[in-house]
């Protein structure tokens, strides 16, 4: 379908004070993240390939409201979030951050997409390449208007935060657009990188049955004008 970010957002941050310069300083050391979450799910696979022992990481459970709060009461000494969610870390912290980033040590694996059921694609395609469109759209004008954008989300959500808002879509746009994207358009699935993300699974998380590009990728659903 499209992918909304060309590199998976993951991340771990850490207090620029706190001692954790490398991802081996990860050992002895606990992180907040959510049970089943994408942190928490990828973290073994980047683990082996930062060169750290995930079993010497203790991961307490968190969820997206009291991970932030148990990070600055220096509760957890790395909270496992998405990149774009730096200036909320950082908010809440009260102190500078760094961030580790696992499209540093995984940059095969394809970051968030839109995915729709093969029956909703066989019955409705036109409306499908019509939500696509739109959402690309929708897409665009936030990258390139962040602050109106998270105005916008603040009217709707009045305890949102715009400025907050604004610099998580600045952090984003590092992810949605690159040279890519630039020539080929919001949203563009290279079929190689697909293939790669395939062969992740395939080959660290062992699924019974192998995924294959056809499984999780369907072409020609984005506009045949480029959105850039």
Sequence with gaps: MAWIQQKTLSAYFVRTDSGINTWKDFEGKSIGDTPGSTG????????????????KVTFVPTTPQTGPGLFAAKKID???????????VRSAAGSPVKSFKVADMIPGLGGNCLMVTDQKLRE???EVRKFTAALLKGLQWSLDNPGAAGAILQKHVPLADYKLAANELRLMKRFSR???TKKQGLGYIDPKRMDATASIINNFFKPKERVTRADIFAPGFLP?????
């Design 224 to 228: 045949k004008k480029p959105i850039r």
């Design 40 to 55: 928490r799910v990828l973290f073994p696979l980047t683990a082996k390939k930062a060169g750290l022992d995930p079993d």
């Design 178 to 180: 690159d040279a890519v």
């Design 124 to 126: 409705k395609p036109d």
């Design 78 to 88: 790395i909270f496992a979030q998405f990149i774009v969610g730096q200036p909320l």
